[in-house]
């Protein structure tokens, strides 16, 4: 499973709601292989989208996407490109999401995977993805994502192989 998200994204936050305890189940499992790519897509005069998504690539250096994650869109600002995820507060969720080590801190403050956001957003937008969440299961786009039904998701596993 692939998804393209973006953090401001309030209809990835919904999937992400819907769908979250499944995928961790499968994740855990071993019947899936999960890949986010975060992009950088909504942000309009800010770097809320690029920043957070860089973070969580810190956080995934820590071994901890999956938590940070789950902050991230649980706590998601009801407006984009509020200055809601200012890196005081991409911080503060490391640390909720039970990061410790100073070098996740080192790693929002100083942008390190800003750029490779950047690419992954350029390169998204060149191969076809045109919104937020976009998810491919077996490298086939997920249709209907307002379908977002937990049984579904299982179903389309099954269906891609990953059945156990």
């Known amino acids: 499973i692939t998804e393209y998200g973006d953090f401001q994204c309030?209809?990835?936050?919904?999937l992400h709601e819907a769908w979250g305890p499944t995928l961790d189940q499968l994740i855990q499992s071993g019947r899936v292989k999960f890949e986010f790519v975060g992009l950088a897509y909504l942000d309009r005069g800010t770097t809320e989208s690029l920043r957070s998504a860089a973070a969580s690539t810190c956080a995934a250096d820590a071994?901890?996407?999956l938590p940070y994650q789950d902050i991230l869109y649980n706590q998601q600002s009801p407006t984009e490109n509020s200055g809601f995820l200012t890196d005081?507060?991409?911080?503060?969720?490391?640390?909720?999401a039970g990061i410790t080590d100073n070098t996740f801190t080192r790693c929002v403050g100083s942008g390190r995977y800003e750029g490779w956001v950047g690419k992954n957003t350029d390169a998204?937008?060149?191969s076809g993805v045109?919104?937020?969440p976009t998810v491919l299961i077996d490298g086939k786009v997920v249709e209907n994502m307002d379908a977002a039904d937990p049984r579904r998701l299982t179903?389309?596993?099954d269906r891609a192989g990953g059945g156990g």
């Open 10 to 14: 309030p209809v990835c936050a919904r």
């Open 63 to 65: 071994g901890k996407f």
């Open 88 to 96: 005081r507060r991409l911080v503060a969720f490391g640390r909720d």
């Open 124 to 126: 998204a937008s060149s």
């Open 130 to 132: 045109r919104g937020t």
């Open 155 to 157: 179903a389309l596993v």
